[in-house]
């Protein structure tokens, strides 16, 4: 049977940086490494809050990455 062992697992936050000069949205990204996993889908999300408070851009969306390594 094969297992998966938590590799990486990192928090992207995009934000909303207005229009380009043809109309299209301007979403810039930042990613930090190295997430505890051990709290809920809710403290993530509100740590994520609060990183994004601390820019003057708006928030456009919050992803967590996970990485595995599979083996047998």
Avoid at 38 to 64: G, H, P, W
Wanted: one cysteine or more.
């Amino acid at each position: 049977m094969a297992t998966a062992d938590l590799k990486d697992s990192r928090l992207r936050l995009e934000y909303d940086y207005g229009f380009d000069s043809e109309g299209k949205p301007i979403i810039k990204g930042k990613s930090y490494s190295n997430v505890q996993l051990n709290v809920s889908t809710d403290e993530i999300y509100a740590s994520a809050l609060a990183i994004a408070s601390l820019c003057s851009k708006s928030l456009f969306k919050v992803e967590l990455n996970e990485a595995y390594d599979l083996n047998e």
